[in-house]
């Protein structure tokens, strides 16, 4: 069983700055591609940033020169560097995988999610 398990969100000043983490575990033979996700109340979920295995990059228009996505493969974790923060990012940030599993099989995986508020 793979599980996804998301840290670092919390309450946080405009401006300032945060570091989620994600790490996977279980049996896992391959990540293909990591990517983070947003929810903000009564907003659909979005796609923040994302990596693949090659580590290519690609994030959504509002964060690009804030946020930064990276990964530790050898940790299987992942990370999203956060600057500049807005009160527009407060949201719940969840991660995804696309996980290629140890039994053969290849299943998309997610985060239960991290709390992000960005407030004065």
């Known amino acids: 069983q793979v599980q996804l398990v998301e840290s670092g969100g919390g309450l946080v000043q405009p401006g300032g700055s945060l570091r989620l983490s994600c790490a996977a575990s279980?049996?896992?033979?391959?990540?293909?591609?990591w990517g983070w996700y947003r929810q903000a109340p009564g907003k659909q979920r979005e796609l923040v940033a994302g990596?693949?295995?090659?580590?290519?990059?690609n994030y959504t228009d509002s964060v690009k020169g804030r946020f930064t996505i990276s990964r530790d493969v050898a940790k299987k974790t992942v990370f999203l560097q956060m600057n500049r923060l807005k009160p527009e990012d407060t949201a719940v940030y969840h991660c995804?995988?696309?996980?290629?599993?140890?039994?053969?099989?290849?299943?998309?995986?997610w985060g239960q999610g991290t709390q992000l508020t960005v407030s004065s």
């Open positions: 995804n995988a696309d996980i290629h599993l140890s039994s053969g099989r290849r299943f998309e995986f």
């Open positions: 279980g049996s896992i033979y391959k990540i293909y591609t």
């Open positions: 990596i693949t295995s090659d580590g290519i990059t």
